[in-house]
Structures are given as structure tokens and as C-alpha cells.
């Protein structure tokens, strides 16, 4: 390649990186390969073995290590709390409203806030994040990667699902307000949609005559998305009683649903299995400091997922820090999860779960280049993270993340 061609290239695409003789655990294979990954402007471009890269690709050597896709989270408020600030951090919860579908996650992330470079250091590149439970409907997730000075351009996709809570938290918060049961909670959710679908309708009957159409309405506009299926509720429920809850009220409005907690999955797993809708299971690295915690257990995620069901595990960052994702995964492990399932329910099923699996979750020609390179299994906790890569741009090399 001649020197004008090479500044041609530079200006017109990144510098082609290589990853070399790594051994490959592309979370779509059960068993891994020895090979290399070429990456070009941010994307994977082939993997295969004794692949060529230009001259003057940058070369990772991952001789005797191991390459993974960057960890995926698929609940989490990650920079929404605030890492060592207490109350001028939290932005996760709006309190003073019980329905609040018009929020959105991404403007309530913090880019610069330290918990971003701990979860990359660890190898979690992606992660779903929004508000927290304290209200019936609480507002819109966003995915973002976890790299990056300004929100807008660290994300995935945004408004990817409408949060909304069943269980104690709602009734918690607003007891003295507008909600002290169950029942209330529910009616409150029928109600925010029977609207949203009455709305919609009326906008739709008016066409283009402006004299017909309802008078807006932030709230309603932003549920719009749930009726007509772009987006699921990502329902907060831990109990059983929450859990079918949530999948009832979804069947009666017809309504696409994720479901977020499922602390007592493994309690009715038959159901679960018959219902075949996503499942993000945590926080279990926790106290059960609530009455709806009193039966997790580690065997949820591995039972669920045995079972058939799409299974993720979450810290819900910041209740578990948000680095120590790869590690839940691996007590999940030790409590009789497969291993592949639980490497798949923090890469592709996560990604499936937040609807980004077509850019993260597994290392496939096409997606972004988020690569985790260590030096064993990453659900050991001697294990280290030597290099990770977001978006083919090395954000991390070398350091111990205990050191931080």
C-alpha cells in the first residue's frame, strides 16, 4: 500500500485493528476456537483463524487468553445514582409523581461519573439503564455504553422500554399519597393505558384536521410506544404474585412486557416457561433487605434458563456495582447454572433483552466491536481483564480492577 493510500484510509476510516490467537468464546458457540477478529471503524469485520490484517493494523496479542464479547446489563441505573455523592447524585427516582412515563432515562445519566470506568475496567461495555421503582409507571430506558464524555453519543438505543413497578416500593413511597395496595397499583397502570389507547385512537380518528385531534398530552404521547407494541413495559416484580401481576394486565391490553427482578422465579418456573417473555434476574448479591426478597436465590437463573426461558442476570447497579456483573454470573454458576447459559445471560441475552442485539451481545461479523480479552474464565474471581475494547477503541489495558 502506497503512502497516499494509507493517509487516504486514515481519513476516511479508523486504523484496522487485530485481535490474534485468542481463544474465542463468541456467546453463539458452545464451544470456543482459536482465531483472530479484525476490526475496522468500530465494527467486526471477520473471524476466522490465521486471518491477514494490513500493515498497518494495530496488533492485540492474546496468545494464551481468552476473548469474549463486552458484558452486557440489561437493568441497571448506572450513572443515574451517583458514585460516592448520596442525594445530589440520585436521579433515578422521581418521587413526587406516581406516574411518570414522560421521563426518560438518558437525561438523567451522568457520563463522567466514576462507576463508567469501573464496569469498562471489568469488562462490562453496555448497559441498560433508566429509572428506578418508586413509581407505577417511572419513565423510558436507554442503552449506552459505558465509555464516553456526552450521553448523546454513548448510546445503543435509546427509549427502548417504559419502566413500571409492582410490589412493596410503589406502596412504600407513596403511602401517605396515593397508593397503599397492591390493588391500587395495578388500577393505577390500567388506567395510564386505557387512556393511552383511548388517545390514540382519537389522534388517529382526526387525521390531519387539527380541530379534532385530543389535546397533547406529555404522558399520554410518551405510552404511545407500549400500546402499539414498539416498546415493552420492563415491569419491576419480585414476587410471585407480581410476576403474574404484570404478565395479566400485559395480556389485557396486548402489550409487549420484559419482566425485571423475578426473585421468585424459581418458585413457579413451569408458569414462567410457558410464558415466553424475557427475564432479568437480580439483584442476588444483596441482603434480602424487603419482605419480597426473603427467597432469593442463586438456582433462579439457572432453573429459569434449564427451563427454556431467555434469562439475564443484573446487578440493578448500584444495588450491586455494576463491575461485578461477570461475578453473579459466576455464583449462579456455582449454584448449577451451565456455564454457556450463564457467559449467554450476560452477553446475547441481555442484548435481546434491551432489543440491541443486532450491535452487542456476541462476537459476530457485523456487530460493534466490544471485546473483553482475559487471562482465564471471567466468572473466577482470580481471573483478570487484560484489554477491553468499546466500540474497537481500547478503553482499558492491564490494570488490575481491584487496584481501583
Known amino acids: 500500500m502506497s503512502v497516499n493510500e494509507k493517509l487516504k484510509r486514515k481519513k476516511e476510516k479508523q486504523i484496522i485493528l487485530c485481535v490474534k490467537n485468542g481463544m474465542i468464546h463468541d456467546a453463539v458457540h458452545q464451544e470456543a476456537f482459536r482465531g483472530d477478529i479484525i476490526v475496522e471503524d468500530g465494527k467486526i469485520i471477520a473471524i476466522g483463524e490465521n486471518l491477514k490484517a494490513e500493515d498497518d493494523a494495530k496488533i492485540v496479542d492474546a496468545e494464551g487468553l481468552y476473548v469474549y464479547p463486552g458484558f452486557v446489563e440489561a437493568h441497571g441505573h448506572i450513572g443515574l445514582d451517583g458514585y460516592g455523592i448520596g442525594y445530589e447524585g440520585m436521579d433515578y427516582n422521581e418521587m413526587n409523581d406516581i406516574v411518570t412515563p414522560h421521563l426518560r432515562g438518558i437525561d438523567g445519566v451522568k457520563p463522567m461519573d466514576a462507576a463508567f470506568p469501573h464496569a469498562a475496567a471489568a469488562g462490562v461495555t453496555c448497559v441498560c439503564v433508566g429509572p428506578g421503582s418508586a413509581n407505577v409507571i417511572g419513565g423510558t430506558f436507554t442503552t449506552i455504553k459505558t465509555t464516553g464524555k456526552r450521553v448523546d453519543d454513548m448510546v445503543v438505543r435509546d427509549n427502548v422500554a417504559m419502566k413500571c413497578a409492582f410490589g412493596e416500593n410503589p406502596k412504600r413511597v407513596y403511602r401517605e399519597k396515593k397508593d397503599s395496595s397492591r390493588m391500587t397499583t395495578a388500577a393505577l397502570l390500567r388506567e395510564m393505558l386505557f387512556k393511552t389507547r383511548e388517545y390514540l385512537e382519537k389522534k388517529e380518528a382526526a387525521g390531519e384536521d387539527v380541530s379534532k385531534k385530543p389535546a397533547f398530552d406529555m404522558k399520554l404521547e410518551a405510552l404511545i410506544p407500549v400500546i402499539k407494541g414498539e416498546i415493552p413495559l420492563k415491569a419491576h416484580a419480585h414476587a410471585t404474585e407480581d410476576i403474574f401481576a404484570a404478565l395479566r394486565i400485559a395480556k389485557e391490553f396486548g402489550v409487549k412486557i420484559t419482566l425485571e427482578h423475578v426473585t421468585e422465579g424459581h418458585l413457579i418456573v413451569e ?13 442476588t448479591l444483596t441482603s434480602a433487605s424487603k419482605f419480597e426478597l426473603r427467597n432469593k436465590s442463586w438456582t433462579t437463573p439457572g432453573l429459569l434458563s434449564a427451563a427454556g426461558c431467555q434469562v439475564s442476570i443484573i446487578t440493578d447497579s448500584p444495588v450491586i456495582p455494576q463491575e461485578y456483573l461477570p461475578l453473579c454470573a459466576g455464583l449462579a ?55 477491553v475494547l468499546i466500540d474497537g477503541k481500547e478503553v482499558f489495558a492491564g490494570r488490575d480492577t481491584t487496584d481501583q
Not at 416457561?273 to 437480580?282: I, Q
Not at 448449577?336 to 433483552?353: E, S, V
Open 271 to 283: 408458569e414462567l416457561a410457558k410464558e415466553n417473555v424475557p427475564l432479568a434476574v437480580g439483584p
Open 333 to 387: 454458576v456455582h449454584a448449577g447454572m451451565d456455564p454457556f447459559a450463564a457467559l449467554q445471560a450476560i452477553t446475547i441475552n441481555p442484548a435481546k433483552h434491551a432489543g440491541i442485539a443486532d450491535r452487542v451481545g456476541s462476537l459476530e461479523v457485523g456487530k460493534d466491536a466490544d471485546i473483553v480479552i482475559t487471562d482465564g474464565c471471567p466468572f473466577e474471581i482470580s481471573t483478570k481483564v487484560k484489554h
